[in-house]
């Protein structure tokens, strides 16, 4: 129901994201996209290239005085090193003598890409494989993130390790036993985690992360580690088990591999519930008052691959960044000599930007398996399906089951 693509290379003139399928009359600013810009360039540990660029969104198309029109949407992200780069990246003629680059970095797609396109030049592959992709996702998942507020859903995350430093309190145990308010808010998290320059929870924790991160770069090395992105609000309903292809939490799985750098995936308490009892992983259904609910939410609010209602939890792993200060062994393939791998300017650490675009990812497929639910052309027809949906939603079942 609903697509984005996004088109534009690391160095060349801008990255470009069109989203369509959207229904009218959906406030959205620049202001609102580009802050969620913003909170991608955070985090200690980036590099220069932070410092270069400060990302901006230019609405091109699809909006008219602040609201979508129902036509597909074009974003332009405009890459403010173009200028350095203009001989080396231009779309015409080649002027002069081009450096080729020919050593790939273990970990990128540098090989795998000159591999696969025949190419001749690894910075062909590096343009388009490059993380800086990302930020026109989260340009357009901005869209998707500012529907779900209208139905009070809402994305939020925090970095649980980095360089395998771990809080001494996982607030995701509290998410996995409920122990959250009934209010509960995901954004709250953001607005928590976006104060510490590492995302995390608690003082103590940044501390001990940081000094890891300092250690890395005194050794020309770079660190991984994995975060949380949890969204509160989510109806029942979302999803289906009807077909593979049809499961939400498929679809969460295979955005969040999609992201640069992502090796794994879980949802609710996944690996660990496997060193569980059954009676220790599955969540008890209670009523309360018109509303059945859950005890836990180990499920990490799917079950399925359709949502329960709970707060959905995703858990994400980062493997650390490929290039490295401190470079290891590779093949010059133009000489297919045994040669150290070349650098290229990077982060140390890429975590907590990396549980940003998360978030963005998750809201796209929440919105995703909402729109194919409540379809509908406008925003308020949207709101209208909805409303029919959950008014006495779990009356109208009881109602279904009682005997006649």
Known sequence: MI???TAGESHGKGLTAIVEGFPSNLQITEEYINQQLYRRQQGYGRGLRMKIETDKAEILSGVRFQKTMGSPVSLFIRNSDWENWTDKMTSGKKSGQIEKITVPRPGHADLVGVSK???DDIRNSIERSSARETAARVAACSIARKFLEEFNIYIGSFVENIGNIYPKNNYAEKLF???VEDNFNAWKLSEKSDKSPVRVLDEVHEKKIINKIKLAKK???TLGGSFYVVASGVPVGLGSFIQYDTKLNSDIASAMMSINAVKGVEIGTGFTSTHAYGSESHDEILRKGDVITRKTNRAGGIEGGISTGQPIIVR???????????PIEAVDLSTMEQVVSRRERSDFVAVPACAVIGESMLAWVIAD???KKFAGDSIEETKDNYKNYTKNLYKRLSKNFKKK
Do not use: C, Q, W
């Open 3 to 5: 697509r984005f693509i």
């Open 117 to 119: 396109y025949n190419l």
């Open 177 to 179: 036993n409920n122990e």
């Open 219 to 221: 050794r020309g090395d």
């Open 316 to 326: 994400v792993a980062m493997k650390p960044i490929a290039t490295l200060m401190s």
């Open 369 to 371: 398996h909402f729109i």
